[in-house]
């Protein structure tokens, strides 16, 4: 058991990284070809390089024709976490991790049921990782919004366009903004129209501020009016959610540590008392009881982080 378990993790393992270094090696190859992406993020030809590396894998995964949507969302939340691996990509990582610990819990306790905790918990850790991949790049982007929006205010007071303005963001502005940005502008060079690639902005972002922005912009572009008052107005509005925002995460960081220390204070007692005791808590990963009892604990702890965190979580 023991031996598949190794084999399968260094397996997978190589492949991962094997596959790492195929994609840098093509980005090299199509950058000595002349058929890099531009400056804003656009391939200026399809070589068909994407076939090779894991292209099997997504071939082999998407002929199932459910698993073409789920590929897709997941291609989408790994370009919004700014992740820069293929869905493809991402499964074997996840596939690596779950055997690493599933044979890491199985080397150490010799026993199945645990090498399978552990393996589930091998497939989380990649998914965690993403969601907070995407929460830091979210607030990172709704941070700079508002100063985004002062920048676009006095570029058209300067009597420079709309596009303009975006122009002036994406040079001037660091990332996530000014990637996002540049990825809108480049939609519409290639002939996208712009109320079509703001509200492509909006849906890669899922921000509650940007849905604002693009909203008032595609009124005023409609109705007509002074935008750059506009952009001003909403920028004032966003900084004010911004402050309020951080006013109730310090009023309810209290809340959030009281969850962090009842969800991690059974578990970090538990793994201690396995390291200076084995024997006094090998009844419970040996027996039916025992392996019940931590199903039951897992799931009571999952639902006090999750009214701990509903508690806590104020929508401005």
């Known amino acids: ?6 084999f399968l993790t260094v397996l997978f393992a190589f492949l991962t990284v094997n596959e790492h270094f195929l994609a840098k090696r ?11 992406v531009t400056d804003t993020g656009v391939p200026l030809k399809d070589t068909g390089k994407r076939k090779l590396g894991l292209g099997w894998l997504r071939s082999f995964i998407t002929s199932f024709g459910m698993a073409r949507g789920p590929m897709k969302r997941l291609d989408e939340n790994l370009s919004r976490a700014d992740i820069l691996l293929k869905a493809e990509e991402f499964l074997l990582l996840i596939v690596t991790v779950m055997l690493l610990t599933g044979s890491l819990g199985y080397m150490a306790t010799n026993r199945t049921s645990v090498a399978i905790i552990g393996a589930l918990v091998g497939l989380a850790l990649p998914n965690i990782y993403l969601r907070r991949a995407q929460g830091r790049r979210l607030h990172a982007f709704n941070t700079q919004i508002a100063d985004a929006l002062i920048v676009m205010a006095n570029t058209l007071r300067a009597g420079f366009g709309f596009l303009q303005a975006m122009e002036v963001v994406r040079r001037e502005m660091p990332p996530p903004i000014s990637k996002e ?3 809108a502008l480049a939609e519409m060079n290639l002939g996208i129209a ?16 940007l849905d604002l922005v693009v909203t008032a912009v595609i009124i005023q572009r409609t109705v007509g009016g ?3 008052t506009i952009l001003d107005t909403i ?8 402050r309020i925002k951080g006013e109730i995460k310090s009023l309810t960081a209290q809340g959030r540590i009281s969850g962090m220390i009842v969800g991690f204070l059974p578990v970090g007692l538990a793994l201690f008392l396995f390291l200076i005791s ?3 808590m090998s009844t419970l990963i040996n027996t039916s009881m025992g392996i019940t009892l931590i199903i039951v604990a897992g799931v009571a702890e999952a639902i006090g982080a999750l009214a701990i965190k509903k508690i806590i979580s104020i929508k401005v």
Do not use: C, H
Request: proline share 2%.
């Open 235 to 242: 920028a004032e509005t966003i900084r004010e959610r911004v």
């Open 26 to 36: 093509r980005l090299l190859e199509a950058r000595l070809q002349g058929l890099t």
């Open 226 to 228: 002074n935008l750059a």
């Open 181 to 183: 940005f540049g990825q």
């Open 194 to 209: 712009t109320e079509e690639a703001l509200w492509n902005l909006a849906r890669r972002i899922k921000s509650d501020d």
């Open 1 to 6: 058991m023991v031996v598949a378990f190794t």
């Open 278 to 280: 084995p024997k006094y």
